[in-house]
């Protein structure tokens, strides 16, 4: 095999090999079309539907009402657990769900700090029993209709990752253009737990086409993502 690759390359057997002149490379530029600023959100719906995702628009928290119980429909009485994300309690989430007769769990550590063993065990179960989890993001990227998700403001991140519905609510700020914003954005968070953060990136529902090449949603995570911008 080595000496096919040395004849294709013209070497003789212990010929050091030369680099390559990058020089003569064409200049790569942009790789992706820039989005406009007034698109953003456009576009990352558009390519959160071309991904199996479903977008979604409120102003209000009887809109947020009726479209969880349209999203959760049956499954409803499995109940929903939540990150602790501070939009969620902003909303008022947690009030929702409860006048909504849905058993609602969220996560247990109100700050950075860990919560207990019993009370992480319990809420470890729940997420792999309930119907949904509902988080927040850190940044919604346009460019390839992704949430990212971080354990920074999340808590645990078994609530986006095992319920086999993800519900995120985002706003119009967070939504951003490029990975680079992504990244030059999680590097510029702080806090004592922000070096051992973990880092989600969801682009569209869980799936896999392993077996006979025939498409199975939810096999690895949420086979709905649901996004749900509050303006």
């Known amino acids: ?7 294709a390359l013209s070497l003789t057997p212990g010929q050091p090999s030369q680099p390559a002149d990058l020089s003569t490379l064409p200049e790569l530029g942009q790789v992706l079309a820039p989005i406009s600023p007034d698109e953003l959100v456009t576009h990352f719906e558009g390519e959160l539907l071309k991904v199996g995702g479903c977008a979604y628009r409120v102003q209000n928290q009887s809109e947020i009402s009726g479209l969880l119980l349209k999203i959760l429909g049956d499954t409803r009485q499995a109940g929903v657990v939540l990150s602790r994300n501070s939009l969620l309690a902003k909303l008022g ?4 769900l409860e006048s909504a007769g849905i058993p609602a769990l969220a996560w247990p550590g109100a700050s950075a700090e860990d919560p207990g063993a019993e009370q992480s065990t319990n809420y470890r179960e729940r997420c792999f029993s309930a119907a949904a989890g509902l988080t927040g993001v850190d940044f919604a990227l346009a460019e390839s209709g992704s949430l990212v998700l971080t354990s920074l403001t999340e808590g645990s991140q078994l609530s986006s990752l095992a319920p086999p519905i993800h519900i995120a609510f985002y706003l119009r700020r ?25 880092i989600v990136l969801v682009t569209g529902t869980s799936r896999t086409a392993d077996i006979e090449q025939i498409l199975i949603r939810g096999v690895h995570g949420p086979r709905e993502v649901h996004a749900i911008l509050v303006d």
Do not use: F, H, Y
């Open 1 to 7: 095999m080595l000496q096919k690759i040395r004849q």
């Open 93 to 96: 989430l947690a009030e929702i």
């Open 174 to 198: 967070q939504v951003v253009e490029s990975l680079e914003e992504v990244l030059a954005g999680v590097s510029a968070q702080d806090g004592a737990t922000a070096s051992g953060r973990s």
